[in-house]
């Protein structure tokens, strides 16, 4: 039979067309089906390389992630959450008040994540609540 017909790393027989299976350690391919055989010395060293881009595997989270980034550009241009101002002193400069927002990155059975940032010296820490 002539040289089995290599499409990325599957070996189809020449002859039949079935999948072959990979070489082991004898130095002949046997096709099952067909009974053809071929030297196993031509695919000896052979290295394959396989490439693929981002959107080659469609994910639902990642679909999903794009819809969340469209909807904070679109209704907030600077994307920035909404902060309040609480009377906390700023470990980084003893400022007495704090700004801080709260976002539910835990599970809903857990509490927020609270984020807080110094507006003198932009000093910034979170607390799990």
């Known amino acids: 039979m002539p040289a089995p017909d290599l499409v990325g ?3 189809f027989c020449a002859a039949c067309g ?3 299976d990979l ?13 053809a055989s071929a ?3 031509v695919y000896d060293g052979l290295a394959i390389v396989t490439a693929s881009a981002p959107s080659a ?15 904070q550009s679109a209704s907030d241009p600077a994307a920035r ?16 008040e704090m700004n801080f ?3 539910q990155l835990r599970s809903a ?15 910034k820490f979170s607390q799990n609540n």
């Open 101 to 103: 927002h709260t976002l």
């Open 9 to 11: 790393s599957l070996l």
């Open 18 to 20: 079935s999948l072959l």
């Open 39 to 41: 030297s196993a010395a």
């Open 57 to 71: 595997f469609p994910s639902a989270l990642r679909q999903k992630r794009t819809l969340v980034h469209s909807a």
């Open 81 to 96: 959450p909404q902060e309040a101002t609480i009377k906390e002193k700023c470990p980084g400069c003893g400022h007495d």
């Open 23 to 35: 070489p082991s350690d004898s130095d002949v391919i046997v096709c099952a089906p067909c009974g």
């Open 109 to 123: 059975d857990e509490g927020t994540t609270v984020f807080y940032t110094c507006p003198k010296c932009g000093y």
